[in-house]
Structures are given as C-alpha cells and as structure tokens.
C-alpha cells in the first residue's frame, strides 16, 4: 500500500529536518512512502535543506514554486500524489514514532478518513494529548463525525482514500488564509460513509507563539476576517447541497454556526475595530447568519450565541473589553 505525505514548506529551516528524522526513524512497517514536499518560495534554506534530503529519502520529490499560500500549495500537492491513501503534515510539526506500523494496520479495509488522536507540544516542551471523541476502531459516516467533532477539523490528524478525494473532485478553496482546513473537510465529512477512530496520538503540533498564524497587526487581522467570511459563505453553499429538512443540511449548518461564533468571539479576542465589526455583523445578518438559530453546543457557547443575537449587547460587550484592554495599556 502506497502512503503519500504532502509537505508544504515556507521559511522551515529550522524544523523541516525534525520532521523528516520522524518521518525516518519508523518503527518497522511495509508501508510503501511517496513524499511530495514543495518548497512555496522560501526566502531562508528551506529549499538547499529539501535537495540534501533528496540523498536520503529516495522516495522524496522536491518541487519549488513562487509564494502563493499554503492552500494553493497543496492543490498543487494533490495533483501530484499516486497514493492510495494520503496524509498532509506541516514543516514544523512532526508524527509519532509508531504512527506508520499503526497506521498500517488500520488500511486493512477501505475506509474514507482514518482519524486520530494527536499531541500538542507548548514552546517549553510540554506535551498535552488530544483523545478522539470515540474509542479507537469506532466505524461512523462523516455525518455522525461531524456531530461529534468540537469545531477543530484540522488536517493532520486525518487520512483520507486518495480515489475518494480525485472521486469526489475535493480540493482547497486556495482563496483565503484560514479556515480552509474546516472547510476541506466539512466537504469531505459531508460525502464520506466510512470514517475509522484510532484514539492514538499519531501527530504532534509544535505550538509556536511567534508562527505567521498567530501575526496581530490589523492588515493580517482583516485578511483573516475577508477569509472567514468566504469560507462562511462556501460552507452555506455545501450545506445549501442538501434539502432543508435532510440530517446532512441540519449537521452542516451546526458546523456553520460554531464557526460563526467562533469568528465574533475572535473579533473581540484580537480587538478588531469597532467600525470594522459593525459592518461585519450587518454583512451577515444580510446573509442570514445573524442570528445564529438552534445550535448544539456547552451552555458556555450557547450563552455566547444568545448575546451575539442581541447586536447592542455583543457591541457593549466589545467596547468594554476595548476599554479594559485600553485601561491596561495606559
């Protein structure tokens, strides 16, 4: 069985070699490995780092393009692969010395997505697991994962069928900065009928304070508003797909929801302008986001959505944590 590892690489120097020595020192498997990595215009050694690899990974293929975001990078990725299964890892994250012995076992029947548990790694080394919702080995449709998943849908701590990806014609949206993972596998979870728990840490995240993701200046700040809101309005488009009293429209529209609630709650964690908000929450009451309707979720979030759907106070709420942060300042 061939497993392709999709690579995006910018500006890696300094941890792509981790990843590839977990990547290397596997306990033992028969695995067959395709490696695409491409380096997406670094501007440090990432690419002379990929070419020494080459010497050692025969199963490795370098390609280099111009700076164009991690999402276009792995459509590029996607048309390359020749695996019958396939995992998309970061530069500066690495996998679980078990992960492919593990994995292997699990590929003895076709399944859709393998999910897993995975680590998150703090900047002094600390590491936290993060279980599956379900027991190792539990079989579900995507629908039912969706239900059951807390709003993370990252990529990876999933496996997805090669075929049932190129089948189902899924790629990225390549258009925006975020939240295009959430929105690759809401359109995966949403098609798939054979989705398999493994409640084992395959993965860790290297959690980085100072990563391109975690930028606060306010031009990063508004592109990654621009960006929710067109992964916002492709979401209603995959939930709009199914009839308005279908289970798959209902699950769909639960996600949509927690992501909405999610974005008006990061307004005020990051500080947004308040004009900026004002006209934010306009835009999607005119979409028909606002208010948020019935959602499953803890009475903490429930107790968010309340407030939101009462404009002037989520706005007394902003300003005043405006103003505390302002207090804070001076």
């Known amino acids: 069985m061939l497993l392709s590892l999709i690579i995006p690489v910018y500006n890696a120097e300094h941890t792509i070699t981790r990843l590839f020595d977990s990547i290397m020192n596997q306990k033992t498997h028969s695995l067959k490995l395709e490696i695409i990595a491409i380096?997406?215009?670094?501007?440090?050694?990432?690419?002379?780092?990929?070419?020494?690899?080459?010497?050692?990974?025969?199963?490795?293929?370098?390609?280099?393009?111009?700076?164009?975001?991690v999402y276009k990078t792995r459509n590029f990725a996607l048309s390359k692969i020749k695996g019958d299964y396939v995992w998309m890892l970061d530069a500066?994250?690495?996998i679980s010395l078990n992960a492919f012995y593990l994995i292997e076992k699990q590929l003895h029947e076709i399944i859709d997505v393998l999910h897993f548990a995975y680590n998150i790694e703090d900047d002094s080394g600390s590491i936290k697991t993060q279980p599956t919702p379900k027991q190792s080995y539990s079989m579900v449709d995507g629908l039912s994962f969706l239900e059951s998943n807390d709003g993370r849908l990252y990529l990876w701590n999933?496996?997805?069928?090669?075929?049932?990806?190129?089948?189902?014609?899924?790629?990225?949206?390549a258009k925006a900065v975020n939240l295009e993972d959430s929105l690759f596998n809401i359109s995966v979870f949403?098609?798939?009928k054979r989705v398999k728990y493994l409640n084992k840490p395959l993965y860790t995240y290297a959690f980085e304070v100072n990563s391109i993701s975690r930028k606060k200046n306010l031009n990063h700040l508004l592109n990654l508003g621009e960006s929710s809101y067109n992964v916002h309005m492709n979401t209603i488009k995959i939930r709009n797909s199914f009839m308005s009293n279908e289970r798959g429209y209902k699950v769909i529209n639960n996600c949509l929801s927690?992501?909405?609630?999610?974005?008006?709650?990061?307004l005020i964690v990051e500080k947004y302008p308040i004009k900026y908000v004002?006209?934010?929450?306009?835009l999607y009451k005119l979409q028909g986001l606002l208010p948020?309707?019935?959602?499953?979720?803890?009475?903490?979030?429930?107790?968010?959505?309340?407030?939101?759907?009462?404009?002037?106070?989520?706005?007394?709420?902003?300003?005043l944590r405006s103003f505390s942060h302002q207090k804070t300042i001076d």
Do not use: P
């Not at 215009?41 to 390609?63: A, I, M, Y």
């Not at 992501?259 to 008006?264: A, D, E, K, Q, R």
């Open 190 to 192: 949403s098609r798939a």
């Open 258 to 266: 927690h992501s909405v609630l999610g974005f008006f709650y990061s």
């Open 39 to 69: 380096n997406d215009g670094s501007t440090d050694n990432s690419l002379q780092f990929l070419n020494n690899l080459t010497g050692q990974f025969n199963e490795l293929k370098v390609f280099s393009t111009q700076n164009q975001g």
């Open 278 to 282: 004002k006209k934010t929450y306009n």
């Open 158 to 173: 999933n496996i997805y069928n090669a075929t049932f990806i190129k089948n189902q014609k899924l790629l990225f949206l």
């Open 92 to 94: 500066d994250d690495y």
């Open 292 to 319: 948020v309707k019935k959602y499953k979720g803890s009475m903490k979030v429930q107790f968010f959505k309340n407030l939101l759907n009462c404009k002037w106070l989520y706005l007394v709420l902003f300003r």
